[in-house]
């Protein structure tokens, strides 16, 4: 060996020295890498040495000096002994590390207060710990087969999105993927695998580790750590790693119950404003666009329909319809059962029903024009009183698909909107079978009033007629009493018609005085045979109170009570007297009889017998005290029975009717008798 | 007889086989790579040659001693290079 080859060899040696030196500077055990450096300091020395002096000094056959090799020899073995020494105690305080870690991430689940921000610290705890650069956390849907990134980190996170997309991509649509994500046993691995490598390269990360998070034994996500250079994986590594995933997969799981707790509970407040929504609207069509709109929120999905049967002529027609497709099935027009497709065969079992792909199900038609593609669907019968009366269907686009918790909110909203729809139902009917006998009865009464119109005329020309003789005007006269009978039987239907039908009377300002002797007048022509004495106080006639020209009515009818409960002469006090309620000036107008009375049983009910009214009011016996109640609350005032003489009911009978008054100062009371 | 520096040089050589097969997962993570494996079994050697330094060919001696000694310089450059340029900064 010549001077040159020393001297190169002597450069690399110092090189290599220094090297150490500055790898050292880079350490936190320093002095194992210094003692290296000198290590190779002395190796250096050797060759100078060497090369100056000991080929000189020892030729062929002559021993080398043994301090050339044993002194190299030592220092590299204490190197050694130092390098293992401060290896294990970096290896222990690695270890203290990634304890402390995982206490810091067990405290911060305990603080957040949700998922993102639970693992988000957890992540960047994890990051620092393996000294990774970047890192992910996703959670993968089971129902809609995709990946959720619920945190991320570090400095490279347009690979991580990459990555995740890629592997949402294959999530969805390789089952082997999908099976593999799912049902996992492996604990922490490196995610360098053929399938993702190119991607990662490109990206610029050379190691990648996941550990998947398990929830009650399955694979509900994973945890990813990125980085540039290598991230060492020892067993430690890996028993850190799937601890942390473990806490993660533990707080998820409570996180999940708690969750779920109160997804429960507002679902359940959810239902019942739906419910008290649903039942105060009473319009068909307000109901289903609300049942569309309050399942939209409840169940999240593409598209929502809803469709009605119709049971007379046994077709289905669309009620209702919102998403993708809700043009093509409001115009798709009404179509019989039996070709109703899925919705059909699903009202048969009368059972809900998801269908994970709708055009791979045999029963299922397609609906012109509706997207080709397939979707999943949950469709959910609506039933009232046993029978069908409607479906609702819900769609999501492939491959997403329902829960059963799903299934089980639809079913359970279903029975409320059925309910709401079939009482919007009734209720529609009931107004049409109203409208049809009001219009039956306006014809009756006013086709027939017309007609005894001329009869009147006949019936006076011919009883003015000099050649009939008195026998047969007698016959005539009888039969005008009686046209006339009709014709006032025809305007009591007419007015009992308007009190029961139409719901606001036009409130008019009236003098019960002058009404009051009306009625007193067609009372004596109702019994001609009955001495009927009546002593009005009427405020000297002034009062006007608010009512409807219904009145009469009801004056008459509590007379014609007074009459017809009383011994052969009947002697009735009416008394009108102003009064203040609760801030408001009322006529109060007493009829007092000397009847029979009502005891306090009678009292409470004779106001609530509907039974008849109509009857006994067309025959002439008045309304009926229940219309006379309606009316009177519908007038503003009250009515209600009491005493004549306080505590003794068989002395007679007092019905008190108040009206609003419509004026405010008080009259003074004057006393008259009518014979 | 046994001399106290062949006991030093047996040391050494078991200390080698012993880095490089018990110790050279800790020591990786200490960033020693390429030399650990290559340069040092590679100087042990080398130093072995001087040991039998006299009872060798001279020309063999030297030969050996000198591929092997600057064989192993250059891999411990070049894996020194390698750790300090992969150094990773603790805190």
């Known amino acids: 060996m010549n001077e040159l080859q020393y001297l190169v060899f002597e450069i690399f040696a110092i090189g290599t020295a220094i090297l150490t030196l500055m790898y050292a500077r880079t350490q936190r055990h320093r002095t194992a890498w210094i003692s290296f450096a000198i290590f190779f300091f002395i190796i250096g020395l050797v060759g100078i040495v060497q090369a100056t002096d000991v080929l000189q000094l020892s030729g062929p056959g002559v021993p080398i000096p043994k301090d050339y090799y044993v002194i190299p020899c030592l220092i590299w073995i204490v190197s050694l002994i130092m390098l293992t020494r401060s290896s294990s105690i970096e290896k222990m305080e690695r270890q203290f590390e990634r304890i402390s870690a995982l206490n810091d991430i067990a405290r911060s689940y305990l603080a957040a207060s949700d998922l993102e921000s639970a693992a988000s610290l957890s992540l960047e705890r994890i990051a620092k710990t393996f000294d990774a650069e970047g890192g992910s956390i996703f959670t993968l849907d089971r129902t809609q087969k995709t990946i959720f990134t619920i945190a991320s980190y570090g400095e490279i996170p347009p690979a991580q999105e990459l990555f995740t997309e890629m592997l949402s991509e294959m999530y969805s649509s390789d089952d082997r993927v999908s099976k593999d994500l799912n049902h996992t046993g492996n604990g922490t691995r490196r995610l360098m695998v053929d399938l993702f490598k190119e991607t990662f390269l490109k990206a610029g990360i050379k190691s990648a580790v996941g550990a998947p998070i398990r929830v009650e034994g399955q694979t509900v996500g994973m945890m990813m750590l990125f980085s540039r250079r290598d991230i060492p994986l020892t067993k430690e590594g890996r028993n850190f790693l799937d601890l942390a995933a473990f806490e993660l997969g533990l707080w998820m799981a409570q996180m999940k119950d708690v969750a779920g707790m109160k997804s429960m509970s507002e679902f359940q407040e959810g239902l019942l404003s739906v419910s008290i929504d649903l039942h105060e609207e009473l319009v068909p069509e307000k109901i289903t666009k609300s049942i569309v709109k309050e399942l939209a929120h409840l169940i999240p999905c593409r598209d929502i329909w809803i469709y009605l049967i119709n049971p007379v002529k046994k077709t289905m027609w669309a009620a209702q319809a919102i998403g993708k497709d809700a043009d093509a099935i409001m115009t798709d027009g009404e179509f019989p059962l039996s070709e109703a497709g899925l919705a059909g065969e699903i009202l048969k079992g009368g059972k809900s029903e998801i269908i994970p792909d709708a055009m791979a199900d045999g029963r299922g038609k397609h609906i012109t024009g509706t997207g080709e593609e397939s979707s999943a669907m949950l469709i959910i019968p609506l039933i009232a009183k046993g029978e069908a009366i409607g479906v609702i269907e819900l769609s999501r686009d492939l491959p997403a698909t329902f829960s059963r918790r799903e299934l089980e909110i639809g079913t359970l909203f279903a029975q409320q909107a059925s309910i709401a729809i079939q009482n919007a139902k009734l209720l529609d009917d009931m107004e049409k079978e109203k409208d049809k006998s009001k219009l039956y009865l306006d014809l009756l009464t006013h086709d027939i009033a017309n007609l005894n119109t001329p009869l009147y005329s006949y019936f006076d020309m011919m009883i003015k007629d000099e050649k009939l003789d008195a026998h047969s005007k007698e016959i005539m006269k009888k039969s005008y009493a009686q046209v006339e009978k009709i014709s006032l039987l025809l305007s009591r239907v007419r007015k009992l018609s308007k009190a029961e039908f139409e719901e606001m009377e036009e409130q008019k300002s009236c003098n019960p005085s002058e009404i009051l002797q009306q009625s007193v007048h067609e009372l004596r022509r109702a019994f001609p045979h009955r001495k009927i004495d009546v002593l009005i106080n009427d405020l000297e006639g002034k009062v006007l109170v608010s009512a409807g020209e219904m009145l009469d009515e009801v004056f008459f009818n509590i007379l014609h009570n007074s009459v017809k409960y009383s011994p052969k002469d009947v002697q009735i006090d009416i008394t009108l007297e102003e009064m203040e309620l609760q801030g408001k000036w009322y006529c109060a107008i007493r009829f007092c009889d000397s009847g029979s009375g009502l005891t306090d049983e009678m009292k409470a009910q004779v106001f609530d017998k509907p039974k008849a009214a109509a009857a006994s009011f067309a025959r002439g016996f008045g309304i009926g005290l229940t219309t006379c109640k309606k009316l009177v609350e519908k007038y503003g005032g009250n009515i209600w029975v009491e005493d004549r003489v306080e505590g003794d009911h068989k002395k007679g009978a007092c019905f008190v009717v108040t009206l609003p008054l419509m004026r405010e100062k008080a009259a003074v009371p004057m006393t008259r008798k009518l014979k | ?91």
């Open chain 2, 1 to 91: 007889m046994i001399q106290p520096e062949d006991v030093l040089l047996t040391l050494a050589v078991l200390a080698v086989v012993a880095e490089t097969f018990l110790l050279r997962r800790d020591l990786e993570e200490q960033g020693l790579h390429l030399w650990v494996y290559a340069g040092i079994p590679m100087l042990t050697l080398g130093s072995m040659v001087l040991v039998f330094w006299d009872q060798m060919p001279y020309e063999v001696a030297d030969t050996i001693f000198t591929t092997l000694t600057a064989l192993s310089i250059a891999t411990m450059f070049i894996g020194m290079l390698i750790a300090y340029m992969k150094r990773r900064t603790r805190p």
